[in-house]
């Protein structure tokens, strides 16, 4: 018999049992909440009579709506304000823990879960935000779910699931300068297709993954659910553990060392067999930049804009003329020409301290361009806010002209008051490039934080590998 | 969720064809952070003459008379009796939310929107899909203090003549509704073997029970 993949292993340690169907009751050991998937959730517990299953296996926090200024006079917007009210509410209620929005370790709740150890190896993680698949970057079943999964997670600390099957990505070799996590994921996205991984669960292997640090990690896994996978996982190894280590809500004394046992196993047997295998040269890797309204509509820094007329299949080609039309640009461009208005750093794919570092070092001793009329650094979580204080790097941000705000989801999805005017053009260092999600006739450009600086400072797009590189010689 | 076994009940008739979601609740209610609390707002631009806004008090809106849900022989209604493709539209589980919270156990007609009938079961409401014929003749027939008695259990529903019409419902819908069960019910009928799990997983990782 073959070996068991990452995923298969995961998958059986949180069986309760399966159905003649092939549906399975799986455990869930940590629920992560946040304001606005919750609140029907809560409501319907209420009115059914229920209570949580398992308290202390519920996270929460307020991200998406809250202001990243002014914290001290609360929320302008009533429907916002009510929203974050009601998660108060319901966790006061229910007797569930909230970093509340005035609390140092309020932050993106896909941030705060691993900073808190409350993401740790081997467990089942859910949480109602697609992105959820941050989380398996610990080697850890992490996904989103919807309102009425909420309810029942709370209810019975339990899922109904099917199994997903198993895709390898394995990304051999060296990354350049300036090449990151972000530009790493983006070329997966861009080889396989925002449905490319749908069905399935992937794991990202390969050297280039392992050299990542565990933030690296983190927003590779991140973007699993842009390339069609509702979880994406990573293998434990040291940097997994020596993460974990000390975290407030890891195992400590004996536990952990009983812990640190068991997660030592979590990687797919060498014998493992996968549905299927995709294979990636990192060196051929170079910084990417989006330039359509899906993630897959990415190309390297150094190269022109696709022109749809050479694209053979009718839908992609209609898709490619309707993005390019929404973002204003022409077949043939050279992405270094296109100018920019907004910057914008944050969000739970690059809103880490070494997201914060990569970028405050392409911004050191610079100024903004001309042209950029706002460039935003949101950290991911308070203390996310605080390492980075401590070590300068605000700033470093503030001199340069950037603004230097509280933590939250802010413009990744412009929920708040932070949002593109119509027309505006971005560099994000966000997930979703989709019509509108930074603000009504908004255009996002995705890349990594230190593109997204050096386009700040460049008032358009700029080959950071070739800076860096020309830095080195 | 609330079983639904046998009713008999007062029936209100909405003589319209394709009611759509929007109709049923209007988008704007859709800003609630509330799944309950709806029913006050059920058919809001029919029911009243002005427009209605989330979290508004109705008890002092002014009503639109003529709307069959406002005429005094409708009153404690729980059948809906209406016309083709009812529940068209948008997705949204607001407009089940809203008939349940109204008041409706069971809605009659000749056909339902798909994404709703299928909501209607996950909230307790019992759609009921009957020849258009038989549903013109209940509507024909249907005076004041008009109540039917329907019977989930036998498959029958009986107008006050003492006619008998049977109706056709999936057999997995019908043992849920007539249990009450939700999937969280359904999955808490497995609590020992929830608990049992737990216990043995402690024992492997007991930092994760550790508090
Ligand atoms: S940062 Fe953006 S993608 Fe991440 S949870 Fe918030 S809104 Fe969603």
Same mark, same amino acid.
């Given at each position: 018999m073959s070996g068991k993949t990452l995923y298969d292993k995961l998958w059986e340690d949180h069986v309760v049992f399966t159905e003649d169907d092939g549906s399975s009751l799986i455990y869930i050991d940590r629920h992560l909440v946040h304001e606005v998937t919750s609140p029907q959730a809560f409501e319907s517990l209420?009115?059914?009579?229920?209570? !949580?299953?398992?308290?202390?296996?519920?996270?929460?926090?307020?991200?998406?709506?809250?202001? %990243?200024?002014?914290?001290?006079?609360?929320?302008?917007?009533p429907v916002s304000r009510l929203q974050v009210e009601t998660l108060d509410n319901n966790c006061a209620e229910f007797g569930i823990t909230e970093f509340a929005m005035t609390d140092a370790r309020q932050g993106i709740?896909?941030?705060?879960? !691993?900073?808190?150890?409350? %993401?740790?190896?081997?467990?089942?993680?859910?949480?109602?935000?697609?992105?959820?698949?941050?989380?398996?970057?610990?080697?850890?079943?992490?996904?989103?779910?919807?309102?009425?999964?909420?309810?029942?997670? *709370?209810?019975?600390?339990?899922?109904?699931?099917?199994?997903?099957?198993?895709?390898?990505?394995?990304?051999?070799?060296?990354?350049?300068?300036?090449?990151?996590a972000k530009d790493i994921v983006l070329a997966i996205i861009g080889k396989i297709g925002t449905a490319g991984g749908n069905g399935y669960t992937i794991e990202f292997a390969g050297t280039a993954i392992r050299a990542l640090s565990m933030e690296g990690r983190m927003t590779v896994c991140n973007m699993a659910i842009e390339a069609g996978a509702r979880a994406g996982l990573i293998a434990v190894d040291e940097v997994t553990i020596d993460y974990c280590r000390n975290r407030p809500y890891a195992p400590k004394g004996e536990h952990q060392f009983m812990a640190e046992r068991l997660w030592q196993k979590l990687h797919s047997d060498d014998d493992a067999v996968f549905d299927k295998v995709m294979d990636l040269d990192a060196a051929s890797i170079k910084p990417q930049v989006t330039w359509g309204t899906s993630p897959e509509l990415v190309?390297?820094?150094?190269?022109?804009? !696709?022109?749809?007329?050479?694209? !053979?299949?009718?839908?992609?080609?209609?898709?490619?003329?309707?993005?390019?039309?929404?973002?204003?640009?022409?077949?043939?461009?050279?992405?270094?020409?296109?100018? *920019?208005?907004?910057?914008?750093?944050?969000?739970?794919?690059?809103?880490?301290?070494?997201?914060?570092?990569?970028?405050?070092?392409?911004?050191?001793?610079?100024k903004l361009a001309d042209n950029i009329k706002l460039a935003l650094v949101v950290p991911g979580s308070g203390l996310v806010k605080r390492q980075a204080e401590a070590e300068g790097l605000d700033k470093i941000f503030m001199a340069a002209g950037f603004e230097w705000r509280e933590p939250g989801c802010s413009m990744c999805l412009a929920m708040n008051a932070d949002r593109l005017e119509e027309g505006e053009r971005c560099a994000s260092t966000?997930?979703?490039?989709?019509?509108?999600?930074?603000?009504?006739?908004?255009?996002?450009?995705?890349?990594?934080?230190?593109?997204?600086?050096?386009?700040?400072?460049?008032?358009?797009?700029?080959?950071?590998?070739?800076? *860096?590189?020309?830095?080195?010689? | 969720m609330r079983a639904f076994t046998k009713i008999t009940a007062l029936v209100a008739p909405l003589d319209r064809a394709n009611v759509d979601t929007d109709a049923i609740i209007p988008k704007q209610f859709l800003k609630s952070i509330r799944r309950a609390g709806f029913g006050p707002y059920l058919f809001d631009e029919w029911r009243y003459l002005d427009h209605g806004e989330p979290d508004m008090d109705c008890t002092h809106r002014p009503v639109n008379k003529d709307f069959v849900?406002?005429?005094?022989?409708?009153?404690?209604?729980?059948? #809906?009796?209406?016309?083709?493709?009812?529940?068209?539209?948008?997705?949204?589980?607001?407009?089940?939310?809203?008939?349940?919270?109204?008041?409706?156990?069971?809605?009659?007609?000749?056909?339902?929107?798909?994404?709703?009938?299928?909501?209607?079961?996950?909230?307790? #409401?019992?759609?009921?899909? #009957?020849?258009?014929?038989?549903?013109?003749?209940?509507?024909?027939? #249907?005076?004041?203090?008009?109540?039917?008695?329907?019977?989930?259990?036998?498959?029958?529903?009986?107008?006050?003549?003492?006619?008998?019409?049977?109706?056709?419902?999936?057999?997995?819908?019908?043992?849920?509704l007539l249990n009450g069960l939700d999937d969280i019910a359904l999955s808490l009928k497995h609590a020992d073997k929830i608990r049992a799990y737990e216990a043995e997983r402690s024992k492997r990782a007991p930092w994760l029970f550790a508090d």
């Open positions: 209420r009115l059914a009579g229920r209570k !949580p299953w398992r308290q202390s296996r519920n996270l929460a926090v307020a991200d998406h709506n809250v202001p %990243t200024v002014d914290r001290d006079k609360g929320i302008a917007d709740v896909h941030v705060i879960g !691993p900073e808190q150890g409350a %993401t740790l190896p081997g467990m089942t993680v859910v949480c109602g935000d697609s992105h959820t698949s941050t989380h398996g970057a610990f080697g850890a079943l992490a996904f989103g779910i919807g309102t009425s999964e909420v309810e029942h997670v *709370l209810a019975t600390q339990c899922l109904t699931q099917k199994k997903a099957k198993n895709l390898l990505i394995k990304v051999n070799g060296h990354s350049g300068a300036g090449v990151s190309v390297p820094i150094d190269k022109k804009i !696709p022109d749809p007329a050479l694209e !053979p299949d009718a839908v992609k080609r209609q898709g490619m003329r309707r993005a390019l039309e929404y973002m204003d640009l022409k077949a043939g461009q050279a992405i270094i020409d296109i100018t *920019l208005d907004k910057v914008f750093i944050g969000s739970c794919t690059n809103s880490r301290i070494e997201d914060l570092r990569a970028a405050a070092a392409v911004a050191k001793g610079k966000s997930n979703r490039n989709f019509e509108g999600r930074q603000g009504y006739g908004g255009r996002t450009h995705l890349v990594s934080p230190a593109m997204a600086a050096a386009a700040a400072i460049a008032g358009h797009f700029v080959d950071i590998s070739s800076v *860096l590189e020309g830095r080195q010689s | 849900l406002n005429k005094p022989e409708y009153q404690g209604a729980e059948i #809906l009796l209406t016309r083709e493709n009812f529940g068209c539209g948008s997705s949204r589980e607001h407009a089940p939310w809203a008939l349940e919270d109204f008041g409706f156990r069971a809605i009659i007609a000749p056909s339902f929107a798909d994404i709703f009938y299928n909501n209607c079961f996950k909230n307790g #409401l019992l759609p009921i899909a #009957l020849n258009a014929q038989i549903v013109d003749s209940l509507f024909k027939e #249907l005076v004041e203090g008009y109540r039917l008695t329907i019977d989930l259990e036998t498959q029958k529903i009986t107008t006050p003549g003492g006619k008998s019409i049977g109706f056709d419902i999936d057999e997995n819908r019908k043992y849920r």
